[in-house]
């Protein structure tokens, strides 16, 4: 699985960006099975879940996500999509996508988040 993530950006504090992850054609009949998320790693610091939704829609967020991060699916544009309101500037990370199954587990290049004060 090659997943192209975008959207990232540099944007003041209390703004909105919405990241786009799309995952190739290939994959296009299995994609509804995968469980999909959202990780950030910001500056110096480990890799952390932000988000994640499951085959049957079921959403997973962190506590500092919650509130004011979306994570949704479009199946049929084989696209997950995390929609980020109210940011601050510790929201700034890469931020990566994830497609996993039991079998496989798959990483997007990531994309910047920079979030000014």
């Known amino acids: 699985v090659q997943l192209q993530a975008s959207g990232g950006g540099l944007v003041q504090a209390g703004g909105s960006l919405r990241l786009s992850c799309k995952a190739p054609?290939?994959?296009?009949?299995?994609?509804?099975?995968?469980?999909l998320g959202w990780y950030r790693q910001p500056p110096g610091e480990q890799r952390e879940l932000v988000a994640e939704?499951?085959?049957?829609?079921?959403?997973n967020y962190a506590a500092s996500a919650k509130e004011r991060f979306t994570i949704s699916r479009d199946n049929s544009k084989r696209t997950v999509y995390l929609q980020m309101n109210s940011l601050k500037p510790e929201d700034t990370a890469t931020y990566y996508c994830?497609?996993?199954?039991?079998?496989?587990?798959?990483w997007g290049q990531g994309t910047l988040v920079t979030v000014s004060s």
């Open positions: 994830n497609a996993k199954t039991s079998n496989v587990e798959d």
């Open positions: 054609r290939s994959i296009l009949s299995s994609f509804s099975a995968y469980t």
């Open positions: 939704i499951t085959p049957s829609y079921s959403t």
